[in-house]
């Protein structure tokens, strides 16, 4: 079975300081991988994905993941977070199209002025 | 154009009581999946429809929950006799059958008393 992990439960960061959050993932093949945010009271929105080739990919609000498939992992970082990034952040996988996705845990951001 | 709304926003009930949780999806989205988030945790996959049928209920939790899509649009997550740990928010999302992104609505806050 697939998992995902984010080993980090909560980061702070100083506004205008880089963002690096973690994620591992578990499975046979190379799954689909994405990273949602859900502020507060809100739904998941998606922010990028990775299906295949490049494995840096860039989405929406400045941030970027990177794939790495020899550590199983799905980094997403900001170089520079506003204050508006304080949020909880889930990575996620999928096997195929038309299929559950699977969470980790999720990491929550705390932004300091 | 109109994303993914769900009724209610916010549910209080009763031990023992039976509830409707509804998911309106964006139009044209044939695949549609309920996850329930619980606090301090990333969402789980409960139920996969494609069309009018559940292509995958696998997450279901046990036989007091039931999810229908009679039309193939709309969508109803029943829960009877609700327990205290149902409390959660439950999350719709849909999505076009052959595309990985899957797009979330608000969610429904059932609180069980």
């Known amino acids: 079975a697939q998992s995902v992990t984010q080993p980090d439960i909560h980061i702070t960061v100083s506004e205008g300081a880089s963002l690096e959050l973690r994620c591992n993932y578990s499975?046979?093949?190379?799954?689909?991988l994405f990273w949602y945010v859900q502020s507060p009271g809100q739904g998941l929105q998606l922010l990028l994905k990775?299906?295949?080739?490049?494995?840096l990919v860039q989405g929406i609000k400045g941030f970027e993941a990177e794939f790495k498939r020899s550590q199983s992992s799905f980094n997403l970082r900001k170089p520079s977070v506003h204050w508006s990034d304080a949020a909880e952040y889930f990575c996620?996988?999928?096997?195929?199209?038309?299929?559950?996705?699977?969470f980790g845990g999720g990491t929550r951001v705390l932004v300091k002025p | 154009g109109a994303g993914v709304s769900q009724t209610p926003s916010n549910k209080v009930t009763e031990k023992g009581k039976y509830v409707e949780l509804r998911c309106d999806p964006i139009?044209?989205?044939?695949?549609l999946y309920w996850y329930r988030q619980s606090l301090g945790q990333g969402p789980e996959f409960l139920i996969y429809?494609?069309?009018?049928?559940?292509?995958?209920d696998s997450g279901l939790p046990n036989d007091r929950f039931f999810a229908v899509r009679p039309e193939g649009s709309v969508s109803t997550l029943k829960i009877q006799r609700t327990e205290r740990g149902d409390s959660a928010v439950y999350l719709c999302?849909?999505?076009?059958?052959?595309?990985?992104?899957?797009?979330f609505g608000p969610g429904t806050r059932l609180t069980v008393t």
């Open positions: 429809f494609q069309g009018t049928g559940a292509a995958d």
């Open positions: 990775y299906f295949s080739g490049d494995t």
């Open positions: 499975y046979g093949a190379t799954p689909y």
């Open positions: 996620a996988v999928v096997k195929a199209a038309g299929n559950k996705l699977t």
């Open positions: 999302a849909s999505s076009f059958s052959r595309e990985y992104e899957q797009y």
């Open positions: 139009s044209g989205h044939t695949a």
